[in-house]
């Protein structure tokens, strides 16, 4: 029942420290506004009970939390002169807060270059300067234990999910901050 929670997003893949016959299923479960929270033991229980009936008797099934990374990032950008610089903030930022909105998959990565060009790609804006991704932590955030640099790739193009987490941008109006230069 619903009532107990629910599944947000799964993801299984081959444990890597197991046998050929181990797989390891991550699961992130959301709460009642939207956002991603660990699932409770009742929920994995009644998963592997659910699975047991219908997987090969040799499969060993571990079900785990997916980790929550959550992100945010703040952009730069250049307006042309004939354009209202407030106005084409506002819609850089509707732009790229619908562009956001849906939760990711587990083990998903994020393109930046894909930001650049929904920036880019707006009315009034010449080009866009600088995308700068980053952790959030502290109150209300998941406490992530890597830095940004550990998940960029090395050319800064995109970012690269761990196959056992999950990125999620919690408040879009308040993770992704913009600025005209």
Sequence with gaps: PP???SIKRASIYNDPSGTNKRLCLYVIGSD??????????VIKNNIKVWLNKSKMISDVLDIKDAKIINIGFDYEFVVNSRFDKAEVLFRVQSKLEEMLTEKMYIGESLSITEIYNA???????????KVTP????????SSALQGI????SKDGTFIKTP???????KNPSLDIKGMIV
Excluded: H, M, Q
């Design 134 to 141: 980053k952790i959030k932590s502290g109150a209300g955030y």
């Design 3 to 5: 009532t107990f929670g």
């Design 32 to 41: 009642t506004n939207g956002f991603l929270i660990p699932c409770n033991d």
């Design 119 to 129: 920036i880019n790609k707006t009315r009034g804006v010449i080009d866009t300067v």
């Design 163 to 169: 196959k056992n987490c999950i990125l999620e941008i």
């Design 149 to 152: 640099e550990d998940i960029l």
